[in-house]
């Protein structure tokens, strides 16, 4: 059994299909299907059910792939940890970030890390935290800018900043005063309140419901959004009320802006982290992304916090 072996069924497993495999290997699809007979062979079992139009995992197939995954993961990071010792300067890290978290921090920490380490490539994967979660649980990302809690137990995590969390209203709301903008708005002050929040999958809308649900209340959800910048403008144009991370509030990317209003006793707030697998070898480079990103985030907080 050799390992490019294993990544051929690994590919085919992902494209379910011979051609789109041979195609993403940059090898003859012939070459491609003669490497996984020799490995079935020697294996004595099928590892796929091929049929006219796409390719099946048996029952073989799924068992082989869960640990033919393992073992390239444990031979990259082997790879990583040689080079670390061998102070190879070029490395490359994988990145996962929530879209629109990541939209308003890394275009400060890519370039701040870039400078300091300009032989270390980035690859930038953007999805939904449910999705992030999963991806790099799985090996998919070295890292990824997540907020708490992980649903994922199979991640640990660094905290790299807590952001305070504020209230977005339209401007004609009753809590668009100047009153409210300084002493504060309770959360419990919200339960009659129409509430626009993002669809499930994504972090931020089990922190608000987590919120109104520590207030006692149920929140009344009318609209929902993939996206918190459509959130924000939907408010703006009063449609109801949201909750919104302060890094983001602050953003003023659009004609259509609501006003913001601090809350209190406590002031609430989400935690992010970069998260990665337990276990998981972390290079030099992802150490040091992790460093950028701290010294970013205080960076940050001070701006938004004056």
Do not use: W
Not at 14 to 34: G, V, Y
Not at 101 to 115: I, Q, R
Not at 159 to 170: F, N, Q, S
Request: charged share 20%.
């Amino acid at each position: 059994m050799e390992l490019r072996q294993l990544q051929y069924t690994l590919q085919i497993a992902e494209e379910r299909n011979f051609s789109r495999a041979a195609d993403k290997l940059h090898i003859a699809q012939p070459s491609l299907s003669q490497q996984l007979s020799k490995l079935e062979q020697e294996l004595g079992v099928k590892l796929f059910q091929r049929n006219t139009s796409t390719v099946e995992l048996t029952h073989a197939g799924a068992s082989f792939i869960e640990h033919a995954q393992k073992i390239m993961d444990a031979v990259a990071q082997l790879r990583q940890e040689m080079d670390d010792i061998s102070q190879l300067r070029a490395g490359r890290v994988v990145v996962g970030s929530m879209p629109i978290t990541g939209s308003h921090l890394l275009p400060y920490v890519l370039p701040a890390f870039k400078d300091a380490y300009p032989n270390i490539e980035i690859t930038l994967l953007e999805d939904t935290s449910l999705n992030l979660e999963k991806l790099t649980a799985g090996g998919g990302t070295d890292l990824s800018l997540l907020s708490l809690p992980l649903q994922e137990p199979t991640l640990t995590c660094v905290p790299i900043g807590e952001e305070p969390i504020d209230l977005a209203v339209p401007p004609n709301h009753r809590l668009a005063s100047p009153e409210a903008s300084t002493d504060g708005v309770l959360l419990e002050q919200l339960k009659d309140e129409p509430f626009i929040v993002l669809k499930k999958g994504q972090g931020f809308r089990k922190i608000t419901v987590d919120l109104c649900h520590g207030a006692g209340f149920e929140p009344n959800i009318v609209f929902e959004s993939n996206n918190i910048e459509t959130v924000q403008s939907l408010v703006a144009a009063g449609m109801g009320i949201t909750l919104v991370p302060r890094f983001i509030a602050r953003a003023k990317r659009s004609e259509l802006i609501p006003i913001y209003v601090p809350l209190t006793a406590p002031v609430p707030s989400r935690t992010l982290v970069i998260a990665y697998r337990k276990g998981r070898y972390l290079s030099k480079a992802a150490e040091a992304f992790i460093e950028t990103f701290k010294v970013i985030m205080e960076q940050r907080k001070s701006i938004y916090s004056s």
